[in-house]
């Protein structure tokens, strides 16, 4: 079992880590918040899921209580990261942002 | 006990990567830019919060996490409201 | 009546959520009273408040535990699989900086708020897709897509078979 806690925190920090870098790499707003969103949520929910392994391990009343709250927060992560990016997507479009190199952009022609 | 470690080892590897994103808020350059950094700081924070809570058995530090993910959704939110309509 | 049912299951959700949250922590049972107490009060106070947003537009049909079943089904099955794949495209795409943008406009067909929330949330978290805007009266997506292989796409060819899974959840 510890060996699946390892490969757990190994994946998430892999993915997290590819999540800070498409942030630095990518060229604008709207595709930076591709990497950086979808990187991260998916890296997180492995760490996170390590807590779960570890406290389901330990049993007992702090092990349960561990495991609640970690999967409270995969729950809450899941939920308000892709409805957090979307707003600012949406906020970056309306205050004007331009995607970079954009072949088409349905959303200036409706306004 | 090792596994205990393996937790902090992994918390101290995402703070690097919360650093990682600070040089994107810092830079810029629009303040949208600024907002998707700090908007993915949250979310490392979050889960850093819960590593450290299980490498320190402290599980009032997971009760402080899952009220961060809520709040800093929030927050986000007001800043992606600010940035549609400005300052109303 | 209908506003008594709606504050009587708002309190029942809430007060859920109380007890799961403070579940290994007493001698009466598995919760001590005070926390009984504190949280039968705290569920009220949020169920009076916030009863009117929870279930105006159409929530009751969530409550329905087959869309939960499927829901988990699609869960851990298409959407993970769907998300291990976005993050390696994003890998791709840092790596060799490929990308060919664009934002696009298509129409699932979904009318409700709970199925267009569901799959606008997908479509950010699978590969190379981010919802910029739903449009609430028509139901038109208008995505920011990574790699754009059609001006004027099927929603098949952005998201492939999330609407269909969204429809049988949500709807």
Not at chain 2, 64 to 79: H, N
Not at chain 3, 59 to 78: K, S, T
Not at chain 3, 102 to 118: E, H, Y
Not at chain 3, 138 to 154: A, E, L
Request: hydrophobic letters at 55%; proline letters at 4%.
């Amino acid at each position: 079992m510890n060996a699946l806690i390892y490969a757990f925190l190994a994946v998430g920090a892999v993915f997290n880590g590819l999540g800070a870098v498409a942030l630095l790499r990518f060229p604008d707003v709207y595709t930076r918040i591709h990497g950086a969103t979808k990187c991260t949520t998916f890296g997180s929910i492995f760490s996170i899921l390590a807590v779960v392994v570890y406290g389901a391990m330990r049993g007992g009343g702090d092990g349960i209580g561990m495991v609640i709250r970690a999967l409270l927060a995969l729950v809450f992560l899941l939920l308000t990261n892709p409805t957090g990016s979307h707003a600012l997507a949406r906020a970056a479009h309306r205050a004007g942002i331009k995607p970079f190199r954009a072949v088409v952009d349905r959303l200036e022609e409706r306004k | 006990m090792i596994v205990e470690l393996s937790f902090g080892i992994a918390a101290a590897v995402l703070l690097a990567y919360a650093l990682v994103c600070a040089v994107r808020l810092g830079v810029g350059p629009t303040a949208a830019d600024r907002a998707v950094a700090l908007d993915t700081i949250n979310t490392l924070v979050v889960a850093i919060m819960v590593l450290v809570g299980a490498a320190f058995d402290l599980m009032i530090i997971m009760d402080v996490a899952l009220v961060y993910a809520l709040l800093s959704f929030v927050g986000t939110l007001y800043i992606a409201r600010y940035l549609e309509e400005g300052l109303r | 009546m209908r506003r008594v049912a709606q504050i009587a299951a708002t309190f029942a959700l809430a007060f859920l959520v109380y007890l799961v949250l403070t579940l290994p922590s007493g001698s009466l049972g598995l919760w001590s009273l005070d926390e009984l107490l504190a949280g039968a009060v705290i569920s009220l106070l949020v169920a009076l408040v916030s009863h009117r947003l929870l279930w105006e537009r159409g929530g009751w049909r969530l409550l329905n535990p087959w869309r939960w079943l499927v829901f988990l089904v699609y869960l851990f099955g298409p959407f993970l699989l769907a998300m291990a794949k976005a993050n390696l495209d994003v890998a791709y795409r840092v790596i060799t900086g490929r990308i060919n943008p664009g934002i696009v406009k298509f129409n699932p067909g979904l009318k409700t708020d709970a199925g267009r929330t569901m799959l606008a949330n997908s479509i950010t978290l699978t590969p190379g897709t981010l919802t910029l805007e739903v449009d609430e009266e028509t139901g038109d997506f208008y995505v920011h897509w990574i790699n754009v292989r059609h001006v004027d796409p099927k929603p098949e060819e952005v998201c492939g078979p999330l609407p269909h899974w969204a429809k049988v959840v949500a709807e």
